[in-house]
């Protein structure tokens, strides 16, 4: 029992951190949203553990535990690939970004020089 | 044709070269155009290239080499050139070879065109050993997966037509960009050829690809080829 009412604190506690974050706007819905869903499935499954070692034995787990941190390594490492989609996503946008500055302050150099923006030099 | 052809020169940290190679090519007689993207430097690069007649764009960090080439074609796209070169800045490429690797887009046979040190007659300079021998895989590589036969597939010395340069500004390959370059052409059904050029060894500096990088070089670009094989799409239409 105390460790259902361990497990159920510490769920509780997760999704309470990621609302809290999401309502500061620390994280966005976008990012938040997976994190929610872990959050709520973790509460869900703290206080129907019952249900969770149903699952673990149909799929053929001699331990509980060992069906957990299955679970809980995989949702990672979904996770983070998503993480990493993001992350070159903003890398793109970046690399673009400073293309787009770089040839903008060419053409903003240019007319100060006063010297037209399509006179050649060659 | 003087105001269509742009000379796309890439320079991080090239303050000992930079001024020398534009100047070459400014006095080897082609009527072109000079860029020099200044990708990030944290020496005198910019200045020294503002000595010269030359366009200079500075990236404000350091993007790697395919990011300030791409640059150079968003110029060229933007400014409306017919014809992009591709130049080293570190003195390894011949602006004399600069007339004989635009001539086929000239002439209509080709949208890219490679400068190569593995035809004949052959460049006095060509590499040290391990490098030749991973530059024929990736030739032997590319022509397996693709019908296209490039001798120097890591050759930075290439022309481009006006479609090639509107794809390239879209999207062009980031890391170690040459020889994944040739499979996104390829896939867009660019025609490539190649033409014999030379090429020096660089005049001052250390090459961007270093001995503790090459194994790193060898394994990121076949994933990167083999990888591109798998994209079908085209996903931009110039």
């Not at chain 1, 949702?75 to 903008?104: E, G, P, Y």
């Not at chain 2, 990708?39 to 990011?67: M, W």
């Not at chain 2, 001052?204 to 799409?233: E, P």
Request: aromatic share 14%; glycine share 4%.
């Amino acid at each position: 029992m105390n460790i259902k009412l361990l497990g159920i604190t510490l769920a509780v506690a997760i999704l309470c951190i990621v609302v809290e974050l999401t309502r500061r706007e620390k994280l966005t819905f976008k990012y938040a949203a997976i994190w929610l869903m872990v959050s709520f499935a973790a509460v869900f499954f703290a206080v129907f553990d019952e249900l969770l070692f149903k699952i673990a034995y149909a799929f053929g787990f001699k331990l509980p535990s060992n069906f957990i941190f299955f679970v809980l390594m995989t949702a990672f490492v979904f996770i983070t690939l998503l993480m990493t989609i993001f992350l070159c996503q903003q890398n793109r946008r970046n690399d673009k970004m400073a293309q787009r500055l770089a040839m903008l302050e060419f053409e903003l150099e240019e007319l100060r020089k006063g010297s037209g923006s399509d006179e050649k030099i060659a | 044709m003087k105001d269509n052809i742009l000379v796309i020169i890439p320079a991080y940290n090239e303050e000992f070269n930079i001024r020398r190679t534009v100047e070459s090519i400014f006095s080897c007689g082609i009527l072109a155009d000079i860029l020099v993207i200044d990708d990030g430097s944290i020496d005198n690069t910019v200045e020294e290239a503002k000595k010269t007649r030359a366009f200079v764009v500075s990236l404000p960090f350091n993007l790697g080499i395919g990011g300030a080439v791409q640059m150079g074609f968003i110029f060229a796209r933007r400014r409306g050139y017919d014809i992009a070169v591709q130049f080293d800045g570190d003195g390894q490429h011949d602006s004399s070879y600069i007339d004989k690797l635009i001539s086929p887009i000239l002439n209509g046979e080709a949208d890219m065109v490679i400068g190569s040190r593995f035809l004949p007659p052959y460049s006095e300079y060509r590499s040290s050993f391990f490098r030749r021998i991973g530059i024929h895989f990736f030739s032997w590589l590319i022509s397996l997966l693709t019908d296209c036969n490039v001798t120097d597939p890591t050759s930075g010395f290439r022309a481009y037509s006006r479609n090639v340069i509107n794809l390239f500004s879209e999207y062009y390959p980031n890391d170690f960009p040459e020889p994944e370059a040739i499979m996104v052409a390829r896939r867009y059904k660019v025609r490539i050829k190649e033409v014999p050029v030379e090429m020096h060894r660089r005049a001052a500096g250390n090459s961007s690809i270093r001995y503790m990088r090459t194994l790193y070089y060898m394994i990121k670009v076949t994933f990167a080829i083999l990888l591109d094989k798998l994209k079908n799409r085209r996903i931009f239409m110039p």
